[in-house]
């Protein structure tokens, strides 16, 4: 099955939907109304419903072919990636950084390059916090004036802002779920910045550990 942003499918668990934007890893979908148009295509904050890529293709029948719409495209941008600069060497810091020369030293300290990093080719993101209980917390809007922000200079405000949420003793996210011998806890480290949807017609993205909350869920090598 091969996937095309705008196409209309119908999943074996739901709605006739049309595919926003997806990668190797995930795909970003929304139901339809009677008329093919967005469920959702009045509100302003939106956090996408996804699945896995893999999944959704072994488990929806294509029904049309389609294409998002100008507008649909301008607000959603699914030009834009939906995971970036995910690192597993370390965590999110519990202490603001002065400057990005700091940043760099914290980078390099764990053998992360800087020039690595990627950059986002928008003028406007929100960026959502992150508890270490796999929740979203508040939302910070971040701006530039010349149409894109350097992976470096991104990161060192995701850090700036994720640092008030970040627990020194508990240097990984967590989510509860349960094993074989009962009640267990996953646990994720490293950061990264994945997808969330828009909010304000914004693209929002959230802060998270080395994989999405997705890939958490699905991932039992991290239940300890």
């Given at each position: 099955m091969k996937l095309k942003i705008g196409d209309i499918y119908k999943p074996n668990w739901g709605a006739k939907c049309k595919i926003l934007m997806f990668d190797e890893r995930d795909i970003f979908y929304e139901t339809l109304n009677e008329t093919n148009e967005l469920e959702f295509g009045k509100r302003r904050t939106v956090v996408y419903t996804r699945t896995t890529t893999d999944f959704f293709k072994s488990n929806s029948t294509f029904l049309l072919k389609s294409d998002l719409t100008k507008k649909e495209e301008t607000i959603h941008r699914p030009d834009l990636p939906l995971r970036l600069n995910c690192f597993k060497e370390t965590f999110w810091t519990t202490n603001k950084f002065?400057?990005?020369?700091?940043?760099?030293?914290?980078?390099?300290?764990?053998?992360?390059?800087?020039?690595?990093?990627?950059?986002?080719?928008?003028?406007?993101?929100?960026?959502?916090?992150?508890?270490?209980?796999?929740?979203?917390?508040?939302?910070?809007?971040?701006?530039?004036?010349?149409?894109?922000?350097?992976?470096?200079?991104?990161?060192?405000?995701?850090?700036?802002?994720?640092?008030?949420?970040?627990?020194?003793?508990?240097?990984?996210?967590?989510?509860?779920?349960?094993?074989?011998?009962?009640?267990?806890?996953?646990?994720?480290?490293?950061?990264?910045?994945?997808?969330?949807?828009?909010?304000?017609?914004?693209?929002?993205?959230?802060?998270?550990?080395?994989?999405?909350?997705?890939?958490?869920?699905?991932?039992?090598?991290?239940?300890?």
């Open positions: 002065e400057n990005i020369e700091d940043f760099k030293s914290f980078l390099t300290k764990h053998g992360i390059d800087d020039t690595k990093l990627e950059n986002l080719n928008t003028n406007k993101i929100v960026i959502y916090t992150h508890s270490q209980q796999s929740a979203f917390k508040s939302s910070v809007l971040l701006e530039n004036n010349v149409g894109f922000f350097s992976g470096l200079v991104l990161m060192f405000n995701c850090f700036n802002i994720q640092h008030q949420y970040v627990n020194p003793n508990k240097l990984y996210f967590s989510l509860l779920g349960r094993n074989s011998k009962g009640r267990a806890e996953k646990q994720l480290t490293g950061f990264g910045l994945y997808r969330a949807g828009i909010k304000g017609k914004i693209p929002s993205y959230y802060l998270g550990g080395h994989m999405s909350l997705l890939e958490l869920g699905i991932e039992q090598s991290l239940m300890v």
